[in-house]
Structures are given as C-alpha cells and as structure tokens.
C-alpha cells in the first residue's frame, strides 16, 4: 500500500473505517478486489541467502525457553532461499528443547463459516487443512504438534507447554476466551513473531480483549452463533460457538491500532526489501492494554454510538 495512505489511515481512525464501509456495502468491490488478488503475478526475483532472513528474525531477540507465536506469509518470503521445513527447524532451534512453538491453523470449510449459521460444519482435527498458510500446514506434519480441538481459529503447538495450552479449549464457547489456546498464550506472556506479514492484518492476540470482556464488552450484539461437528479419531461431538459477527469488520481501524501499539512500545515492526517484520514482545501486557481501553470506551473500532451498550 501507498507509503501516503498508510500515513493517511494511522493519524486516525476515520480514513480507514470510512473506505472499510464503502467497501463492504459495495459487493462489487469486493469481488474485484477478490480476483484481483488471484490473479496477481508475483516477479520473479533473484533469491536471497536465507542467512538475511535468519538475521532479521534474531532482530527480535528470541531466547531460549519462550512461547512463541508465529504469523507467517511463504509467498511474501519467497525472495528467500528457504524451504517452509528449514524456516521451522530454524525457529524451534532458537527457542531451543525447552521453548513452545505455536502456530494459528486455522480450519477451511466448504462454505464459508462466516456466512452461513445453518450447516453443521466438519472439522477433523488430525486431518483438516489449514488457511493460514504454507508454514503452519507443514508444522502441522511435524512430530508432537498438538492441534487446538476448538473448531475456529484454532492453534498448532510443540514444545512443553502445548499440551497444557489445548487441555481446556473446549470448555468455552469463544475460540479466545479463558481456557482457550489464545488466552494461555496470553497468561503466559508469549511472544508473537511477524514474518511477510504487517501487523495490522495478523495480529490475531488481540482477540483475546473482547472474548476475555464476553459481555462487558463496550458494543452489543457482538457475537453471532455457528454450529460445528468436531472429530478427534474416533471421537465425534457436536459444539455451538460464537464468533464476532463479520459486520464489525467494516469499523476496525487497524492501523491506527498499530500505530498506538507502536507509540506504547507494545510492538516493534520493520521492512527488509519491502518484506514486513515485527514482534510483540509481551502479548500480556498488549491484551491488557486493549482491555483497559475498552473498558474506558476506547475502541479500535469506529462504531456509531447506536450500536454501543
């Protein structure tokens, strides 16, 4: 994007939400923005040494021992000299035998979850694919990782803590609420990793605010219901959950978000031949920073005052 408009959107919150609602109450934006994005050509470019891109990871600092999540783009890394199996073998070597890798694995539907509140959706745990990309469908083959049984926005993790991250996913009925994967990597003060990715598109922690404040939150009529069928091996069970209605989406102002984020010290965030790389050191301490604004009625999200309780 425009280095201008990107400017433009992180002074305030009124730029980007007001082209948010042009957008969605226009379907053929949105199905030209759709094709445009499948038919875009990637040039080709000479590939760099992955060394580089070692590098710029060690820029975040990541020690031995940590949770570390990891939101990644192959396609926006492939000027690398990489494959998705040694980009993964490097990261659990920086956090060493007694660090947590996670991963979001997000599950695909047939249709689309979003829209549809009737369907029953599948998801199979072991063998579902993932949305969220090359990185974590490849990780999801490696030995030990665990898989959240939670049917939407789901985490993939390996290291000491995974189980205990999974143990409680289905006790809520919120993919980020207490007992969810998320709100224990939150408690657990974990580290998110940008890699080809910016910040105000793959910021998933910050969830945990709202399903954490569930009815506290400052808006109403948040959360819309979707029915799914969960399958584990020979385990089968049937879960309602609720999810953020997808309507929201057009009043995010997510970068403005950042920018505040960034103004806290909350997030670290850079660019190497135009790849976007970040790191939030602390996701407590972000979580609780959106929590105590929202409970100050300083929302992210530009909604008219007729939709706030």
Not at 65 to 82: A, K, P, R, T
Not at 98 to 122: C, R, S, V, W
Not at 231 to 250: A, H, N
């Amino acid at each position: 994007m425009n280095k201008t408009i990107k400017k433009l959107y992180s002074a305030s919150m009124i730029p980007e939400v007001t082209i948010r609602k042009i957008f969605y109450s226009l379907p053929v934006l949105q199905k030209y923005y759709k094709n445009r994005r499948k038919n875009s050509v990637n040039v080709e470019k000479q590939k760099l040494d992955k060394e580089i891109l070692f590098s710029q990871i060690n820029k975040a600092n990541i020690s031995k021992g940590c949770l570390l999540i990891v939101h990644s783009s192959m396609d926006s890394l492939n000027h690398f000299d990489i494959s998705p199996r040694e980009l993964i073998d490097f990261l659990l070597k920086l956090i060493g035998n007694t660090g947590t890798l996670a991963m979001p694995a997000f599950p695909i539907y047939k249709t689309d979850i979003i829209n549809d509140a009737k369907i029953e959706h599948l998801y199979n745990v072991k063998k579902k694919l993932c949305a969220t990309g090359m990185l974590p469908n490849v990780f999801l083959r490696y030995p030990n990782v665990v898989r959240s049984k939670f049917p939407y926005n789901s985490l993939a993790a390996v290291g000491p803590l995974a189980d205990e991250m999974m143990q409680e996913n289905l006790n809520s009925d919120l993919a980020f609420g207490k007992g969810s994967s998320w709100y224990f990597c939150k408690e657990q003060e974990a580290k998110v990793l940008m890699l080809g990715v910016p910040s105000h598109q793959t910021t998933t922690i910050v969830h945990v605010a709202e399903d954490y404040l569930d009815d506290k939150w400052p808006i109403k009529n948040w959360y819309v219901t979707r029915k799914f069928k969960i399958r584990d091996g020979q385990e089968t069970l049937s879960k309602t959950i609720r999810i953020r209605d997808p309507f929201w989406v057009r009043f995010n102002a997510s970068y403005y978000r950042t920018k505040c984020f960034k103004n806290e010290e909350l997030l670290n965030e850079w660019e190497y031949e135009g790849i976007s790389f970040g790191v939030i050191e602390n996701s407590s301490e972000l979580v609780d920073y959106i929590v105590d604004r929202a409970l100050n009625n300083k929302l992210f999200f530009k909604a008219p005052r007729k939709y706030w309780l």
